[in-house]
Nanobody
Framework: QVQLAESGGGLVQPGGSLRLSCVYS????????MGWYRQAPGGKRELVAG???????AYGDSVKGRFTISRDNSKNTVFLYANRLKPADTAVYFC?????????????????WGQGTLVTVST
């Protein structure tokens, strides 16, 4: 059974930081790359960061240099350290499996998602 539980969101001022966490369970995640996706109000879900099972990261252009993804395979947990946050980063953030095409992360069209965690960047 697939389960995902994201946490760590909140209200932060521009330039601030947050650490998001996601605990996942289910056999589909065994040795799978994982990713952080986000969906802004009225927008489509986009993949912003991914990490291989071995810990190699990749980022979308909108967050490169500001966000860092990591994972703890022993705890089935993936993290997203979001720094220098901007109002444009306001969104609900989700974790789920992802795939790599060479060194580029690609989203997967998955049926099961967690509830996500809301990040609001505002004064």
């Amino acid at each position: 059974q697939v389960q995902l539980a994201e946490s760590g969101g909140g209200l932060v001022q521009p330039g601030g930081s947050l650490r998001l966490s996601c605990v996942y369970s289910g056999s589909i995640f065994n040795d799978s790359p994982m990713g952080w996706y986000r969906q802004a109000p009225g927008g489509k879900r986009e993949l912003v960061a991914g990490i291989t099972s071995g810990g190699a990261p990749a980022y979308g252009d909108s967050v490169k240099g500001r966000f860092t993804i990591s994972r703890d395979n022993s705890k089935n947990t993936v993290f997203l350290y979001a720094n220098r946050l901007k109002p444009a980063d306001t969104a609900v953030y989700f974790c789920n499996a992802a795939r790599f095409d060479g060194s580029t992360i690609r989203p997967l069209d998955l049926e099961v998602w967690g509830q996500g965690t809301l990040v609001t960047v505002s004064t």
